[in-house]
């Protein structure tokens, strides 16, 4: 049983990583930390996780033709400097300041969709 509700967990981050935009990583850390991981372990993993996904759903973009790497290429670069500054960054936070974070991020994220 316990097995079945991991992958059905698997399939619900997958899902809403695609149809949210990696909004995934919002249920993987939390899943995580039910294992028992504290937080930074937490969203350590969760990247692992989401990472594989992400690039599976984006070669099925770019199959389908629904996304421009014109349009995506200007967020790549920035980005991959950003992924290589938090994985330092990351080491030297606490856990309790990742916590904040991610629940100050949480709040900000639901906050905007739902005034836009």
Do not use: H
Request: hydrophobic share 55%; net charge positive.
């Amino acid at each position: 049983m316990k097995n079945i509700k991991k992958f059905a967990a698997g399939i619900a981050i997958g899902a809403v990583n695609v149809i949210l935009g990696a909004g995934g990583g919002m249920l993987t850390v939390p899943l995580y930390r039910k294992l028992g991981m504290d937080q930074k372990q937490s969203q350590i993993n969760a990247v692992a996780t989401i990472l594989p996904i992400t690039v599976i759903s984006a070669c099925i973009y770019l199959l389908n033709e629904n996304v421009s790497f014109l349009d995506a290429g200007v967020y790549i670069i920035p980005g991959l400097l950003g992924s290589v500054a938090g994985t330092f960054l990351i080491k030297k936070a606490s856990n309790k300041i990742l916590t904040v974070i991610f629940a100050l991020f949480m709040i900000w994220a639901g906050a905007r969709m739902f005034l836009k």
